[in-house]
């Protein structure tokens, strides 16, 4: 049985290049969600999918940050023109819609450090 | 909107004494809860959740919460602490089962188990 993955684990990267991360839910997850977790807090929800629809992205934090399903498996979370502000642990977590409250299960995260 | 209040930023217990994590949550409509522990370096796990059925919620590694919906709360205990509890704990509230508004975390409880 295996988890949701994420790619790479770490990312160390220069202000203003762009990033990609990748996200592998639970192969029969139909939704998908991505979180930023800052040091000291709890994560903040940025996005989710249904299958390839994405039906949440008014919490992206910026223009400059992006997230595609295009198949409705894997996902993939770009920063564009990063900043040092950016640093942080971006989660990816997946569940099985349907009944009061789908339970998400989360990976183990990919920490972005912007130098 | 939904918002969740941990009291505590910080809880010490020795081992083989009671542990009481405390959280209060505000929710539009009748809510989801969790409560996430996070060890260092892994991924958040899921250790409860209530979801309108019974307000006793019985969960991983015998840890339990009671939702109290006259007092907005939800505290998650458990009977006697292992020096393996120790780890940062997040309650988690979902007004809509997890979809469009994510799940919203609380900023953390840190347990501190004294030996």
């Known amino acids: 049985d295996t988890g949701v993955s994420q790619d790479p684990r770490h990312k160390i990267t220069k202000r203003g290049q762009n990033v990609t991360f990748r996200c592998d839910p639970i192969s029969e997850h139909n939704r998908l969600y991505w979180y930023r977790q800052t040091l000291g807090q709890g994560p903040e929800f940025l996005t989710y999918?249904?299958?390839?629809?994405?039906?949440?992205k008014s919490r992206l934090l910026s223009d400059r940050f992006s997230a595609e399903r295009p198949k409705g498996s894997f996902s993939t979370l770009e920063i564009q023109r990063t900043e040092q502000g950016d640093s942080a642990m971006y989660l990816c977590?997946?569940?099985?819609?349907?009944?009061?409250?789908?339970?998400?299960?989360f990976g183990p995260g990919t920490r972005l450090t912007v130098l | 909107a939904q918002s969740v209040t941990q009291l505590d930023s910080h809880v010490s217990v020795s081992e083989g004494t009671p542990v009481l994590l405390r959280c209060n949550y505000s929710s539009s409509y009748s809510p989801s809860l969790f409560w996430y522990v996070q060890h260092p370096n892994k991924g958040l796990q899921l250790l409860l959740k209530y979801t309108s059925a019974a307000t006793l919620v019985k969960g991983i590694n015998g840890f339990e919460a009671e939702f109290k919906k006259s007092e907005t709360s939800f505290h998650l205990t458990k009977p006697s602490a292992h020096m393996s509890d120790a780890a940062e704990y997040f309650c988690v509230v979902s007004d809509s089962g997890g979809g469009a508004d994510g799940l919203t975390f609380g900023k953390g409880t840190h347990l501190i188990i004294q030996p």
């Open positions: 977590a997946s569940s099985l819609a349907g009944g009061s409250a789908d339970t998400q299960y």
């Open positions: 999918f249904q299958n390839e629809a994405q039906l949440e």
